[in-house]
């Protein structure tokens, strides 16, 4: 199994910046995308920045260069640097790992709270 530990959300004002983590341990999976995903109240979960083990990057179009995703596989991290937050950011963000040769092997982490409020 792998499991997966966010941290570095909090609160910042408009137009702050905060720096997101994930650290994954258990079971190593090469071939992977690890990705950050997002959940606002009432709002479905979605994708922010993803990134895969070839190093291909995909954000998601409200990004806007704002945000940079990043990782250091030697200690088995993911990082995402939010920059210029605004209102709309405010969420649950959370890590994900997904297998890319088998589907089923899709894991999550707990989530942590991003609050943009001046």
């Known amino acids: 199994q792998v499991q997966l530990v966010e941290s570095g959300g909090g609160a910042a004002p408009p137009g702050g910046s905060l720096r997101l983590s994930c650290v994954s341990t258990?079971?190593?999976?090469?071939?992977?995308?690890m990705g950050w995903y997002r959940q606002a109240p009432g709002k479905t979960r979605e994708m922010v920045a993803t990134?895969?083990?070839?190093?291909?990057?995909k954000y998601a179009d409200f990004v806007k260069a704002r945000f940079t995703i990043s990782k250091d596989s030697a200690h088995g991290t993911m990082f995402l640097q939010m920059n210029n937050l605004n209102h709309d950011d405010t969420a649950v963000y959370y890590c994900?790992?997904?297998?890319?040769?088998?589907?089923?092997?899709?894991?999550w982490g707990q989530g942590t709270q991003v609050t943009v409020s001046s």
């Open positions: 994900n790992l997904r297998n890319l040769w088998a589907a089923s092997e899709n894991f």
């Open positions: 258990g079971r190593q999976i090469n071939m992977n995308i």
């Open positions: 990134i895969r083990s070839d190093g291909e990057i």
